[in-house]
């Protein structure tokens, strides 16, 4: 049983590109998380979002930032016009259901130069 | 006041020694707490979770849990090189979805 599969592992993109992330959650779980994680801070709470569905986005930034998770396929996290403070690892976690413990994926370390 | 606080370390302790991991919450009514252990470039892997005040061992972990306190602790028995990670404490939010409020991190270093 595979584990939550992020890609890509590293990602480099400069100043005002755009910047996709993809997260496969695990088997049988449809419940998938956001997180960021900056250098020297906790990881911080971005979005929630069930298939198609997005239930929670308190923590994600107004602006460039989208998220989804369609019927099918991975569950995007999506950096529009990207800036140097962006800069940091983005987690995947999966549940399979909202009470369940999370799992998470290797993460994608995001760089702007 | 973070809402979730930890000593940065690096905590460092000799090979078969205990080390004491310690947090606070500032969120009187949290009820779900847990601990995840995180190597350098690595995701976070859950370790421990604890619901009601005392203690919960699984293994050579214990977590201690004290909510009249707001405090948090993990307790690692015969410390192996192989724990030297960072840990990192996490408090539900709500007593819904899981959206985790972490703590920085405290750097253990276990030498042999």
Same mark, same amino acid.
């Given at each position: 049983?595979?584990?939550v599969m992020q890609n890509p592992r590293h990602l480099v993109r400069?100043?005002?590109q755009e910047a996709r992330l993809r997260c496969s959650p ?6 998938v998380y956001w997180y960021r994680q ?8 971005m979005v929630?979002l ?10 994600m930034p107004?602006?460039r930032f989208s998220a989804e998770f369609?019927?099918?396929g991975p569950s995007i996290l999506r950096i529009q016009?990207v800036?140097?403070?962006d800069s940091a690892a983005y987690f995947c976690a999966s ?9 998470f994926g290797s993460g994608t370390q995001l760089s702007v130069? | ?7 940065? #370390? ?5 090979? #078969? ?11 009187? &009514? ?10 350098? #470039?690595?995701s ?9 005040? #005392? ?49 920085? &991190? ?7």
């Amino acid at each position: 049983n595979a584990g939550v599969m992020q890609n890509p592992r590293h990602l480099v993109r400069r100043r005002g590109q755009e910047a996709r992330l993809r997260c496969s959650p695990m088997k049988g779980h449809s419940h998938v998380y956001w997180y960021r994680q900056l250098p020297e801070e906790g990881l911080k709470f971005m979005v929630y979002l069930q298939k198609e569905n997005i239930i929670d986005e308190s923590g994600m930034p107004k602006e460039r930032f989208s998220a989804e998770f369609p019927k099918e396929g991975p569950s995007i996290l999506r950096i529009q016009q990207v800036v140097r403070g962006d800069s940091a690892a983005y987690f995947c976690a999966s549940s399979p259901d909202r009470n369940e413990k999370l799992f998470f994926g290797s993460g994608t370390q995001l760089s702007v130069l | 006041q973070k809402e979730v606080e930890q000593n940065s #370390g690096p905590l460092s302790v000799p090979e #078969g020694a205990i080390a004491s991991l310690n947090c606070t919450y500032s969120d009187r &009514g949290s009820q779900s707490f847990f601990w995840y252990r995180q190597y350098s #470039g690595k995701s976070p892997e859950l370790i421990m979770s604890i619901y009601s005040n #005392g203690d919960k061992e699984d293994g050579r972990f214990t977590a201690q849990l004290n909510k009249a306190s707001q405090y948090v602790s993990l307790l690692i028995r015969d410390s192996q090189p192989s724990d030297s990670a960072t840990y990192l404490c996490a408090v539900k939010q709500g007593t819904g979805f899981q959206k985790l409020v972490f703590g920085t &991190g405290t750097r253990l270093l276990v030498s042999p």
